[in-house]
């Protein structure tokens, strides 16, 4: 699924709903570019278990303004750079399960408000 739907520039909703990823390693780039996605419905329901790859997932979505990933498993994950650069409109994101943050919010420059409060430190 590396760079599905990248560049999709004029692309403002999807609905992966009913995308099955449970063997999918590669997720790298397939949002990057996305520039009026606003909403992806479904993905909270992606099984990540055995995602290595999550480089640049939503690079350049920058209307993108909340991410519900709170069922992310990244324990496999080991490239997460990148990962929401220029995502400059992202408000809220739900990452209470999330087991594994590494590089995850490198280069955010833009970013103004991460609410980790629900965050499991023991975990961390």
């Known amino acids: 699924m590396e760079s599905?739907?990248?560049?999709c520039s004029s692309l403002e909703y999807l609905d992966?709903?009913?995308f099955n990823i449970s063997n999918v390693s590669n997720l790298s780039?397939?949002?990057?570019?996305c520039?009026?996605?606003k909403e992806i419905k479904g993905?909270?329901?992606f099984n990540t278990s055995k995602?290595?790859?999550?480089?640049?997932?939503?690079e350049l979505c920058s209307e993108l303004e909340y991410l519900d990933l709170s069922n992310f498993n990244t324990g496999n994950?080991?490239?997460?750079?990148?990962?929401?650069?220029?995502?400059?409109?992202?408000?809220?994101?739900?990452?209470?399960k999330v087991r594994n943050m590494e590089s995850m919010f490198?280069?955010?420059?833009?970013?103004e408000y991460l609410d980790l409060s629900t965050f499991n430190k023991e975990i961390v």
């Open 16 to 18: 992966l709903s009913n």
């Open 29 to 33: 780039n397939m949002f990057n570019g």
């Open 51 to 58: 995602v290595i790859n999550m480089k640049s997932m939503f």
């Open 106 to 111: 490198q280069l955010c420059s833009l970013l």
């Open 4 to 7: 599905m739907f990248q560049l």
């Open 43 to 45: 993905i909270e329901k």
């Open 77 to 96: 994950a080991n490239d997460m750079s990148f990962m929401f650069k220029e995502c400059s409109m992202l408000e809220k994101f739900n990452i209470s």
């Open 35 to 37: 520039k009026k996605l």
